[in-house]
């Protein structure tokens, strides 16, 4: 999100900016951290609003839908609107949903650049 406010910053207008979370490992025991998840939507909802166009999760375990709905309700509106849930199997939907394309994503997330360029 900093990068995107320099940018904005240099261009002299508003640049959107995409953010891509790789849920691989997350489980339902991370409900433990409820407090830090709160924290993180007062930020978003408050400092950033307006600077992310989409959010997109990726390796959503199974039953994270369910858990989302539970969870999102710390979210501002805007911010849930923008969310995409994408399961393990999520290189179909992935273009559409993100506006990225799968060869900008690294090979570790699943995506289809070498790590090392």
């Not at 409900?31 to 959010?55: C, E, K, S």
């Not at 506006?99 to 070498?114: D, T, V, Y």
């Amino acid at each position: 999100l900093w990068a995107g406010h320099a940018l904005s910053i240099a261009r002299k207008e508003l640049v959107f900016g995409v953010v891509v979370v790789d849920l691989d490992g997350v489980s339902f025991s991370m409900l433990q951290y409820i407090g830090l998840m709160r924290q993180m939507a007062h930020i978003a909802n408050n400092y950033y609003p307006d600077l992310v166009d989409r959010i997109v999760l990726i390796n959503a375990p199974r039953g994270f839908t369910s858990a989302w709905k539970t969870v999102s309700a710390l979210f501002a509106p805007s911010t849930r609107e923008k969310v995409q849930i994408l399961g393990r199997d999520f290189t179909n939907g992935f273009e559409m949903k993100s506006g990225i394309k799968l060869e900008s994503l690294p090979a570790c997330i699943g995506g289809q650049r070498n790590d090392s360029s």
